[in-house]
């Protein structure tokens, strides 16, 4: 229950503080536009998605590397 009476407080505060400065939700979805931050999202997924297939990549080489120095040792 006290967490979302702090919950509420917060949104409480934050909502003030945006009518005081004349936020709508129009200038916010505008600001999203203007600074391209969809884009820049998309762009910084796509990084992530490629560096998990290049971190899938170097485990399935560390495991033939490791696989051909066992059966050189041999």
């Known amino acids: ?3 979302r009476i702090i919950f509420v407080c917060i949104v409480v505060v ?3 503080y945006a009518g ?3 936020l709508t939700p129009g200038n916010v ?3 999203f536009a203007d ?3 969809f884009q820049t999202l998309k762009e910084k997924i796509n ?3 490629n560096l998990a297939e290049e971190q899938q990549v170097d485990e399935k080489a560390g495991k033939i590397i490791g696989d051909l120095k066992e ?3 041999s």
Request: proline share 0%; no cysteine; charged share 25%.
């Open 35 to 37: 600074n391209d931050i």
């Open 14 to 16: 934050i909502a003030y």
């Open 29 to 31: 979805f505008d600001w």
């Open 71 to 73: 059966k050189v040792s």
């Open 1 to 3: 229950m006290i967490k």
């Open 47 to 49: 990084e992530i998605f």
């Open 20 to 22: 005081t400065q004349g």
